[in-house]
């Protein structure tokens, strides 16, 4: 079979027109379209063609070069420059501009705030095609790491160190300037001790800033990089990360609300990522699913509180164990003299309610009953006898249990997984997000609300195809 070669100085024209360059089902029409449907003002950018002054790009164009770009998992604004000037596809969507990475960058960084709003608006164009039913939620989080190093946070006592050289360093710098202003040396020294000056000073401003964050938080170590992450372990290893929270719906396992937040656990995160999604939908949801590391049950109980059905399996339920033959379970609680008893019958009573926490401990009448008992030193081999403990939820925690019990709650449970697990994979693999580029918990929001909205776009792809989706968007 004969070859075919190519043959770089053969004499070929372009198209005429830059709207030839791509074909009328490739994807970057999609994207242009979701971009041209979004509502400017809401997000708080300004749209004014008549704007006078000094020419700056359009910020639509702007947008779309930032969604598709991290659509493709091309993010740093170098490699957005490079493909401005290579890329057929994003010549296209740009309509031949080439803005430089500076400008991409400082687009990027001053409308953080508005690209944060960029998928409530696609959620909501989604609820609009019916392609999100608001039913069924379910809550999971995943951990990226920031634009930081674990090894530059540190606790309260280590800045307060750093502060007190900082001080003695400008100080000392001082008088060095003193110094050479009275020998009246060189422009040039003068001039670079200036700048050090600068760099030392604008370093004791950020030391203060973080001395700050630690009297307005609880929080025990701080990072002097990006304040806002916190140390968290993964599979990887020990990490400066965040943790990004997503409520996806059960119809078309679209993403209706994503935050990226700095809390190392799920426990308390629960109500306030499905109000913030039941926000976007505009009504509560009827099932609100996921798995036992959001198992507080005083978030659950605020959800519940809400008649919402909450499907939330418990630490000890996750754990797929049977009970031990004399655990807590095989113990009667009578709540209206506020006891146990035993599987023998006999009475645990209240010994002492702790302060902290609420809790309740529960001991044998008479510890003679447990050194009698057929079941001494299998029960208990303690010298007081039996003792037990009661949370001071545990009337919630055991309806909980029993809610995911049902056989309603497992059909719900069973979808979970893939439903929720979904868009983390292919944000991670597909989008190449193994951390993020911008720094701070807004530029952070920004890029997850970026990552999110190329998820559902791909999935609205995946259904409709590249020129149904545009028609599909044009309708809304």
């Known amino acids: 079979m004969a070859y075919r070669f190519g043959n770089r100085h053969q004499m070929v024209l372009l198209p005429q027109s830059i709207e030839e360059y791509v074909a009328e089902d490739d994807p970057v029409r999609a994207y242009d379209a979701f971009v041209e ?14 704007k006078v002054g000094n020419a700056q790009y359009d910020p639509k164009a702007m947008t779309k070069l930032l969604v598709y770009g991290y659509s493709y998992g091309v993010k740093s604004s ?7 000037h290579h890329n057929l596809a994003f010549i296209w969507l740009m309509g031949g501009l080439k803005p430089d990475h500076k400008t991409i960058a400082e687009f990027r960084r ?20 019916d392609l999100i039913a608001g039913n069924v939620l379910f809550v999971d989080g995943t951990k990226i790491r920031a634009n930081a190093s674990a090894s530059r946070t540190h606790e309260k006592v280590w800045y307060k160190q750093q ?33 050090t000056l600068s760099k030392t000073k604008a370093l004791k401003s950020t030391i203060q800033e973080v001395l700050s964050e630690f009297e307005n938080s609880e929080r025990q170590k701080i990072n002097q990089t990006d304040p806002d992450c916190a140390n968290m372990r993964s599979i990887q290893g020990k990490h400066a990360s965040y943790k990004v929270q997503s409520v996806v719906d059960d119809k078309n396992g679209l993403i209706v609300h994503a935050e990226a ?13 499905i109000n913030q999604a039941n926000d976007v939908l505009a009504k509560p949801c009827e099932t609100a699913c996921a798995d036992a590391g959001y198992a ?15 499907v939330v399996p418990s630490k000890r339920q996750a754990q797929r164990k049977e009970p031990e033959p004399f655990s807590k379970k095989a113990f009667k609680y009578d709540k209206e003299q506020d006891c146990y008893y035993c599987p023998e019958g006999h009475k645990l009573r209240l010994s002492t309610i702790e302060k902290k926490t609420g809790g309740k401990r529960y001991i044998i009448t008479d510890k003679n009953l447990c ?37 309603d709650a497992q059909e719900i449970y069973a979808k979970r997984k893939a439903r929720v697990e979904h868009p983390y994979g292919h944000m991670k693999r597909n989008l190449k997000t193994d951390a993020f580029l911008m720094r701070g918990r807004d530029g952070v929001q920004a890029e997850t609300s970026l990552l999110a909205t190329c998820f559902n776009l791909a999935r609205m792809m995946s259904m409709f195809g590249v020129p149904g989706l545009i028609q599909k968007i044009a309708s809304t």
């Open 110 to 129: 001053k409308n953080k705030n508005s690209i944060q709003q960029v998928l409530k608006q696609c959620a909501r164009m989604c609820i609009k095609l």
């Open 296 to 310: 507080d049950a005083d978030e659950l109980e605020k959800i519940d509180a809400q008649e919402i059905d909450v």
């Open 37 to 50: 449907a979004l509502d400017f003002n809401a997000l708080g950018i300004d749209i004014n063609p008549h």
């Open 371 to 407: 050194f009698n008992c057929q079941h001494w030193g299998v029960c208990t081999t303690g010298k007081s006898g039996r003792k037990t403990f009661r949370s001071r939820n545990e009337d919630l925690v055991e309806k909980f249990e029993a809610k995911y019990n049902t056989q």
């Open 78 to 84: 170098r490699k957005l420059e490079r493909e401005t």
């Open 261 to 273: 937040v700095n809390d190392t656990s799920d426990l308390k995160q629960f109500a306030r990522q």
């Open 163 to 195: 502060l007190k050289k900082v001080d003695q360093r400008i100080e000392q710098l001082l008088q060095e300037c003193e110094g050479v202003d009275q020998q009246e040396q060189q422009l040039d020294s003068f001039v670079t001790m200036n700048k």
